[in-house]
T-cell receptor
């Protein structure tokens, strides 16, 4: 079982819709959770981080964490074509390691 | 967010030569830096964790004698790919932690070994 799992996609949504990206992790002791966006040929950029159960909102982005289910998600409201990218879920394990999922490719159709 | 600068952004080298990649935290002190490798359409693979002033911790399967990591100061870590071969061609990315758990990435270095 992979430590951090994501659906590889591609996930295709129309412009203006809500994109929902999901991630599960295996280490119950994980304390920190991150979403990164990576455009093709570029390095990842941090979008959101969340440490506590529940929702965290930042602009059009909402991160949701459920530690009991070992599940973290990212919602993108009013999706724009510029949101088209690969979204990486990352989980901070014990110590200093951050484990990345394989990423979900998102396409937002104009 | 914090700024991490990586240099060079791309490099082409001949097989058998060595290449050094620099990773600098510009506006914060990074006690821990990470080096990743990413092949096309694949996820980031952690190569090693680098702590300032101590030896790097390499992930299983990563040759420490081939990928030399130095973290001499709180703002600089270097990765040297020694005796590079075409199979080492990849996108190498560093990241640094500011103090919290979130890490910030450098721009990445695309290495092509010919």
């Amino acid at each position: 079982q992979k430590e951090v799992e994501q659906n590889s996609g591609p996930l295709s949504v129309p412009e203006g819709a809500i994109a929902s990206l999901n991630c599960t992790y295996s280490d119950r002791g994980s304390q920190s959770f991150f979403w990164y966006r990576q455009y093709s040929g570029k390095s990842p950029e941090l979008i959101m981080f969340i440490y506590s159960n529940g929702d965290k909102e930042d602009g059009r982005f909402t991160a949701q964490l459920n530690k009991a289910s070992q599940y973290v998600s990212l919602l993108i409201r009013d999706s724009q074509p510029s949101d088209s990218a690969t979204y990486l879920c990352a989980v901070g394990t014990g110590g200093f390691k951050t484990i990345f999922g394989a990423g979900t490719r998102l396409f937002v159709k104009a | 967010g914090a700024v991490v600068s990586q240099h060079p952004s791309w490099v082409i080298c001949k097989s058998g030569t060595s290449v050094k990649i620099e990773c600098r935290s510009l506006d914060f002190q990074a006690t821990t830096m990470f080096w990743y490798r990413q092949f096309p359409k694949q996820s980031l693979m952690l190569m090693a964790t680098s702590n300032e002033g101590s030896k790097a911790t390499y992930e299983q399967g990563v040759e420490k004698d081939k990928f030399l990591i130095n973290h001499a100061s709180l703002t600089l870590s270097t990765l040297t790919v020694t005796s590079a071969h075409p199979e080492d061609s990849s996108f190498y990315i560093c990241s640094a932690r500011q103090g919290g758990a979130e890490a910030f990435f450098g721009q990445g270095t695309r290495l092509t070994v010919v």
